[in-house]
């Protein structure tokens, strides 16, 4: 089992819609979470942390459940500029505080 | 220009060749990181160094090396090319989130390579 997963998608969203992704970590030794956006053949870059009490940021919304292990981000009223794919990542203890990614979720908002 | 420049940005090259992808950065970042994206993979670490002379395997480090001469310089080598070695690379520096004690890092615009 990976240690962080994610569904892959793609979702197709109309422009407006409101869309939810989560991300399943499986080490509950996991201490810090992110969530990054990677535009299609570029670099990721981060969009958010995501911290224990949620947090929002714009439109954008993180989440976290601890007795479920997941993280969520909640993307309301969709742009077509919101079309990416969204990497998971998550630190784990002993990890050496290094990040492990998600294999990300494809979202593209259609017009 | 880019904060974190890799060189080269795409290269094809054939099995058993000697290959090496440099990274550069102007942060002044004392981290640096190698990645590789495959699909349906994600990102996934090769090495890490956290100073000069610093070198730290990561998850996937078998069949590389890297050499960290200097700050601002981190290269990646593949010594002898192999077919699933083809991938995305990406280079990355990282400063520590005061809030979160993470890792908080930017990458490079990625080296495409091909090995054939």
């Known amino acids: 089992r990976k240690e962080v997963e994610q569904d892959p998608g793609p979702f197709n969203v109309p422009e407006g819609a409101t869309v939810a992704f989560n991300c399943t970590y499986s080490?509950?030794?996991?201490?810090?979470f992110f969530w990054y956006r990677q535009d299609c053949r570029k670099e990721p870059k981060l969009l958010m942390s995501v911290y224990s009490s949620g947090n929002e940021d714009g439109r954008f919304t993180a989440q976290l459940n601890r007795a479920s292990q997941y993280i969520s981000l909640l993307i309301r009223d969709s742009k077509l500029s919101d079309s990416a794919t969204y990497l998971c990542?998550?630190?784990?203890?002993?990890?050496?505080?290094?990040?492990?990614f998600g294999s990300g979720t494809q979202l593209t908002v259609l017009p | 220009d880019a904060d974190v420049t890799q060189t080269p940005r795409n290269r094809i090259t054939k099995t058993g060749k000697r290959i090496m992808l440099e990274c550069s950065q102007t942060?002044?970042?004392?981290?640096m990181y190698w990645y590789r994206q495959d699909p349906g993979l994600g990102l996934r670490l090769i090495y890490y160094?956290?100073?000069?002379?610093?070198?730290n395997k990561g998850e996937i480090s078998d069949g590389y090396s890297v050499s960290r001469q200097a700050q601002a310089k981190f290269s990646l080598s593949l010594e002898s090319a192999i077919p699933n070695q083809t991938a995305l690379y990406f280079c990355a520096t990282s400063v520590q989130d005061r809030a979160t004690g993470a890792n908080v890092l930017t990458f490079g615009a990625g080296s495409r390579l091909t090995v054939l």
């Open positions: 942060k002044g970042h004392d981290r």
């Open positions: 160094s956290f100073d000069v002379k610093d070198i």
């Open positions: 990542a998550v630190i784990i203890i002993g990890s050496a505080r290094q990040l492990t």
């Open positions: 080490n509950s030794a996991s201490q810090s």
